[in-house]
């Protein structure tokens, strides 16, 4: 069975920066995407980047320019590095594995960003 294990959250001030991973803690196979989603208190949960098995990468516009997402297949592990973060960042983020035939997801990991 396969576990997303989630790190690096935490507090920040305002135009701190943090990174983010997510490492599966089993055997996974396929993965075609990776994704990193974010909950913020009264808001629906949105993705905020995601990297396909190709390499290509989307960005929510409100993250574009500012975070970045990568991955190291050898460690099963995708990141996500939040640079100039804003209180706006402030959520629960999520990390998210899909292939063919799963879908998986981390715990969830808070990042407080203080005005």
């Known amino acids: 069975q396969v576990q997303l294990v989630e790190s690096g959250g935490g507090l920040v001030q305002a135009g701190g920066s943090l990174r983010l991973a997510c490492a599966a803690s089993?055997?996974?196979?396929?993965?075609?995407?990776m994704g990193w989603h974010r909950q913020a208190p009264g808001k629906q949960r949105e993705l905020v980047a995601s990297i396909i098995s190709d390499d290509s990468t989307n960005y929510a516009d409100s993250v574009k320019g500012r975070f970045t997402i990568s991955r190291d297949n050898a460690k099963n592990t995708v990141y996500l590095q939040m640079n100039s973060l804003k209180p706006e960042d402030t959520a629960v983020y999520y990390c998210?594995?899909?292939?063919?035939?799963?879908?998986?997801w981390g715990q969830g990991t808070q990042v407080t960003v203080s005005s």
């Open positions: 998210n594995f899909v292939g063919t035939m799963y879908n998986v």
């Open positions: 089993g055997t996974i196979f396929s993965i075609h995407v």
